[in-house]
């Protein structure tokens, strides 16, 4: 079964730190390019930040350039996302996906293949 699984979030306060895990089981993400996707309550699903296969090449929307690192481990089969100086529009459940294609920059949601469920962030005081 090809799946995503991802962790860490949770409740924290404004200018604390998360870090989101995306654990692949079935398949091997090393081929992969990878993105954080996150939806707000009420609002339409965003791209957050992508890596490509070796993890060289990395892109962050503008909202969380600076704050937010996106890494990965492939001997672990693993993504991360480490989201530093939070803020409360941060709020949100964030998803990894992984995606075949490369592009220099992000790949729109409908070119990646596998999804995970998705792990909440709350931002608040």
């Known amino acids: 079964q090809l799946q995503l699984v991802e962790s860490g979030g949770g409740l924290v306060q404004p200018g604390g730190s998360l870090r989101l895990s995306c654990v692949a089981s079935g398949f091997s993400l090393d081929v992969y390019t990878i993105g954080w996707f996150r939806q707000a309550p009420g609002k339409e699903r965003e791209w957050v930040s992508c890596?490509?296969?070796?993890?060289?090449?990395?892109n962050y929307a503008d909202s969380v350039k600076g704050r937010f690192t996106i890494s990965r481990d492939n001997a672990k089969n693993t993504v991360y996302l480490q989201m530093n100086s939070l803020k409360p529009e941060d709020t949100g459940i964030y998803y990894c996906?992984?995606?075949?294609?490369?592009?220099?920059?992000?790949?729109?949601?409908?070119?990646?293949?596998?999804w995970g469920r998705g792990t909440q962030v709350t931002v608040s005081s």
């Open positions: 996906a992984a995606s075949p294609y490369v592009a220099a920059g992000p790949l729109p949601a409908e070119e990646y293949d596998y």
């Open positions: 890596a490509s296969s070796s993890g060289r090449r990395t």
